[in-house]
């Protein structure tokens, strides 16, 4: 059992940057694709940004078209722990943000391990 616990979020201005952090508790962390999702009030919940794993330490990454070029998604194994940068943030990115985790690619939502979330808010 993955559990995945994420902090930071926040209150934030148009234009202004983020961080988000989600830990995990799996000791084979680096063998997980990783994920952000977010959901914001009244509509589904949407793919933001993954992260395979990668024996070689070569790493890809994939983006909503939404949020390329705002957004980087980054890992750091050895702290078991997967970011992501917020960055030209507007208003419609404001959501509850929820990392992911599994075995397998993660962006099509069927992930098995899920973060609590973290509400971004982003003031115009």
């Known amino acids: 059992q993955v559990q995945l616990v994420q902090s930071g979020g926040g209150l934030v201005q148009a234009g202004g940057s983020l961080r988000l952090s989600c830990a995990a508790s799996e000791r084979t962390f680096s063998r997980y694709y990783m994920g952000w999702f977010r959901q914001a009030p009244g509509k589904e919940r949407e793919f933001v940004a993954a992260?395979?794993?990668?024996?070689?330490?070569?790493?890809?990454?994939y983006y909503a078209d939404s949020v390329k070029g705002r957004v980087t998604i980054s890992r750091d194994n050895a702290k078991n722990t997967v970011y992501l940068q917020l960055n030209s943030l507007k208003p419609e990115d404001t959501a509850v943000y929820y990392c992911?985790?599994?075995?397998?690619?993660?962006?099509?939502?069927?992930?098995?391990?899920w973060g609590q979330g973290t509400q971004v808010t982003v003031s115009s």
């Open positions: 992260i395979n794993w990668s024996a070689s330490s070569i790493y890809y990454t």
């Open positions: 992911a985790a599994d075995q397998r690619n993660v962006m099509y939502g069927n992930a098995a391990y």
